[in-house]
């Protein structure tokens, strides 16, 4: 969490700084992690944000054996969140908690939040929290975009135009197909099939070998050899057909069940992702402006900022912070 100043202390503080110069440019107090504009985070609070994170049992599994890295990841969330909030104060943007839950409905479809979230503390060791301000942050980003006219991917007619182009993709044949040796055998096969779908796996365990299915298996089509796709494609549902190929050794008979296209609002979230590089890049242009004035500064104790990230300095920590204190005032801090 960040130490906030009211107005009316900043005010007072600035004051301070015009009558005192040399204080003014102190930007390396031992008990400081990061400064972002006029605003601090303490290691005081950092470390107990750390907790915080710590006490979900997920992210203790992820941040186990690595915990400087987990800290500096910590303080890279805490700086972004202080450098978002400025660039929303900056351009009158609110992000709102009915906007982030609502968006995070979207991004979640059918799973199970409890199971999602667990699933992101222990790969990523993001807290709920984390989630939710990650989830804020996309949103004031498209907001940015969207107000600089670069959002023109995200638009509902864009998103329809691309759901007509890839809906032929995203369709999934439920499907199997056995391989008998001779064109009687396969058309009387095929017969049985379409007049009893449901003993098809009774059916197939009679020509057991690599090219049958024991089972009925559900795939997209891209993801089907493109010979048996193509074919499966021509079938109407409930029916089946029979296709000699030598290279097997004998007759493949293809039954398909059921061809299922998601509809547009079920795969919107998925075409707003592969639409979004573009719109986040020029929202994140204006947010990267904002952390430029706000010259943010961090302890070397937790590393130093190489394109906003944190990392470990070449000279490592502890040299770092000899530096910084053979360089301070006797009874001061380092400028």
Same mark, same amino acid.
């Given at each position: 969490?960040?130490?906030?100043?009211?107005?009316?202390?900043? #005010?007072?503080?600035?004051?301070?700084?015009?009558?005192?110069?040399?204080?003014?440019?102190?930007? $390396?107090?031992?008990?400081? #992690?990061?400064?972002?504009?006029?605003?601090?985070?303490?290691?005081?609070?950092?470390? #107990?944000?750390?907790?915080?994170?710590?006490?979900?049992?997920?992210?203790?599994?992820?941040?186990?054996?690595?915990?400087?890295?987990?800290?500096?990841?910590?303080?890279? /969330?805490?700086?972004? $969140?202080?450098?978002?909030?400025?660039?929303?104060?900056?351009?009158?943007?609110?992000?709102?908690?009915?906007?982030?839950?609502?968006?995070?409905?979207?991004?979640?479809?059918?799973?199970?939040?409890? !199971?999602?979230?667990?699933?992101?503390?222990?790969?990523?060791?993001?807290?709920?929290?984390?989630?939710?301000?990650?989830?804020?942050?996309? @949103?004031?980003?498209?907001? @940015?975009?969207?107000?600089e006219g670069e959002a023109g991917p995200l638009a509902e007619e864009a998103l329809r135009a691309r759901y007509e182009q890839v809906r032929p993709e995203l369709t999934t044949l439920e499907f199997g197909y056995v391989t008998v040796p001779d064109q009687p055998t396969a058309t009387a096969l095929l017969a049985e099939l379409t007049g009893a779908p449901g003993r098809y796996a009774e059916v197939a365990a009679r020509y057991p070998g690599q090219y049958t299915l024991p089972e009925?298996?559900?795939?997209?089509?891209?993801?089907?050899?493109? @010979?048996?796709? +193509?074919?499966?494609?021509? /079938?109407?549902?409930? $029916? %089946?057909?029979?296709?000699?190929?030598?290279?097997?050794?004998?007759?493949?008979? %293809?039954?398909?069940?059921?061809?299922?296209?998601? /509809?547009?609002? +079920?795969?919107?979230?998925? @075409?707003?992702?592969?639409?979004?590089?573009?719109?986040? !890049?020029?929202?994140?242009?204006?947010?990267?402006?904002?952390?430029?004035?706000?010259?943010?500064?961090?302890?070397?104790?937790?590393?130093?900022?190489?394109?906003?990230?944190?990392?470990?300095?070449?000279?490592?920590?502890?040299?770092?912070?000899?530096? =910084?204190?053979?360089? =301070?005032?006797?009874?001061?801090?380092?400028?």
């Open positions: 969490m960040l130490t906030r100043r009211a107005p009316r202390a900043r #005010a007072a503080v600035l004051l301070v700084a015009a009558a005192l110069p040399i204080l003014a440019g102190c930007r $390396s107090a031992p008990d400081v #992690a990061a400064y972002v504009g006029d605003e601090q985070v303490t290691v005081a609070e950092l470390d #107990a944000a750390v907790r915080e994170r710590l006490a979900e049992g997920g992210v203790a599994a992820f941040a186990e054996g690595r915990e400087d890295d987990f800290t500096r990841r910590v303080l890279d /969330t805490l700086v972004d $969140s202080e450098v978002y909030a400025a660039a929303a104060e900056r351009y009158d943007v609110r992000i709102d908690e009915d906007d982030v839950s609502r968006r995070i409905g979207q991004l979640l479809g059918t799973d199970d939040p409890d !199971a999602a979230y667990r699933a992101v503390a222990e790969q990523q060791g993001l807290s709920r929290a984390d989630v939710r301000e990650t989830v804020r942050q996309q @949103l004031l980003r498209r907001e @940015l975009a969207d107000r009925l298996r559900s795939q997209r089509i891209q993801e089907i050899p493109p @010979l048996l796709a +193509d074919q499966l494609q021509l /079938t109407p549902p409930g $029916s %089946g057909f029979t296709l000699p190929v030598p290279e097997v050794g004998g007759v493949v008979v %293809g039954f398909l069940v059921s061809s299922t296209v998601p /509809t547009f609002e +079920d795969t919107r979230v998925r @075409l707003e992702e592969e639409a979004a590089g573009p719109v986040d !890049a020029a929202g994140a242009e204006q947010v990267d402006e904002v952390r430029e004035d706000l010259d943010v500064r961090v302890n070397p104790r937790y590393g130093v900022l190489e394109e906003g990230r944190l990392v470990v300095g070449e000279g490592g920590v502890v040299d770092l912070l000899d530096d =910084a204190a053979a360089d =301070a005032p006797e009874g001061g801090a380092a400028d």
